[in-house]
């Protein structure tokens, strides 16, 4: 093996090319006794020939290799980043799979996740599906779908990518040099970004991205703490949801007062699991209207959150109070 023209070690490898159907490895072999030497760096491109080329150090070409008729496989690595299959520019269709990790490296696009270019719902998909642990995300992948800049991939970084897809952003937190949000501004954020991604037409794809985000959010872990969240929309015109999360089970109730401290609204939750009450289908919905069903006017609004809990450590009353905005 050459790594800029100079010899580095030799293995004796008797193989018919032609003929074989066994695998060939480029870089370390699969069986003993050599099963633990890999080639470890970046390779340029690969040359297989049916003649010794070299004997001894040479100085590596400027151009890239070409075939010639002693060419038996030839790969340049010209595929997108990230890529795993490589194609043979000889002729002789010799596909070769990168394994232990190796693939097409490079620096992707905030966003672009799949590296074809381009920021798509797919990308999305891509880092939901690295969440949950069915992908596993090259290390340039996770780069560009952590476009909040925090250092991991989280179900925020899927929703921006998709807020993306949808032109309500055309930046990501990372490119504007924001700075980096603890869990909570994360919770608060994403619950933002959910519903005005749905509050316009989406496409196939996009839809289903978005329950899949959705479904991600209600599947998370519970909550480290109690709290309530910003409504959403907001300000809003007739209805609004209220996000909130509970570290506990607890019997939930929700209040609704004007600027003058006057009680409009009670709503009545009941005893909710501990878990994170986030989307349209598991915050609590308030419809704009009063104790007596009329609609209330346009103005300044507060909703406080009471959760009782009932036995063990925790066991005691939270609230919280947070500002909404009726504006008809």
């Given at each position: 093996?050459?790594?800029n ?20 490895y ?8 050599e099963d633990n ?14 003649v010794v ?22 790969w340049h690595?010209?595929e ?7 194609e043979?520019s000889?002729g002789?269709s ?25 920021v ?9 599906q ?5 992908i596993?995300?090259s ?11 925090n250092?991991?991939v989280?179900?925020l970084?899927a929703?921006l990518?998709l807020?993306?897809t ?20 994360e ?31 209600g599947?998370?872990?519970i ?10 929309p907001n ?5 609004t949801w209220i ?6 089970d607890?019997s939930v109730?929700i209040?609704i007062?004007?600027?003058k401290?006057?009680?409009?609204c009670v709503?009545?939750?009941?005893k ?11 915050a ?5 209207k ?14 406080t ?7 063990g450590?925790?066991?005691g009353?939270?609230t919280?109070t947070?500002?909404m905005?009726?504006?008809?």
């Amino acid at each position: 093996m050459y790594i800029n023209g100079e010899n580095k070690n030799t293995f004796t490898v008797t193989y018919d090319l032609a003929n074989s159907a066994e695998m060939f490895y480029v870089g370390g072999p699969p069986l003993p006794p050599e099963d633990n030497v890999y080639f470890d760096g970046v390779i340029d491109e690969i040359r297989v020939s049916d003649v010794v080329r070299y004997s001894d150090n040479f100085t590596p070409p400027l151009e890239p290799f070409t075939p010639d008729a002693n060419t038996r496989a030839l790969w340049h690595f010209d595929e997108p980043i990230c890529s795993t299959s490589f194609e043979d520019s000889s002729g002789n269709s010799n596909t070769l799979t990168g394994e232990n990790g190796a693939h097409i490296g490079g620096e992707l696009s905030v966003g672009d996740v799949s590296g074809n270019g381009y920021v798509t719902a797919y990308d999305a998909s891509l880092a939901l599906q690295h969440i949950v642990g069915l992908i596993t995300l090259s290390p340039e992948q996770q780069q560009a779908a952590d476009v909040t800049g925090n250092g991991t991939v989280t179900a925020l970084d899927a929703a921006l990518i998709l807020q993306y897809t949808v032109g309500l952003i055309t930046h990501f937190p990372v490119q504007q040099g924001a700075p980096v949000l603890t869990a909570k501004d994360e919770n608060q954020i994403l619950t933002k970004t959910i519903a005005e991604i749905e509050n316009i037409p989406l496409t196939t794809e996009q839809k289903q991205v978005l329950e899949q985000l959705k479904h991600l959010i209600g599947q998370q872990s519970i909550p480290a703490h109690t709290a309530l969240l910003q409504s959403y929309p907001n300000p809003f015109n007739p209805e609004t949801w209220i996000p909130y999360e509970l570290a506990q089970d607890a019997s939930v109730t929700i209040r609704i007062y004007n600027v003058k401290g006057q009680l409009i609204c009670v709503l009545h939750l009941g005893k909710k699991n501990a878990s994170v009450y986030m989307t349209k289908d598991k915050a609590a919905h308030w419809d704009g209207k009063d104790s007596l069903g009329q609609s209330v006017a346009s103005g300044l609004y507060f909703y406080t959150l009471q959760v009782e809990h009932h036995g063990g450590n925790g066991a005691g009353i939270f609230t919280a109070t947070r500002k909404m905005v009726i504006m008809k």
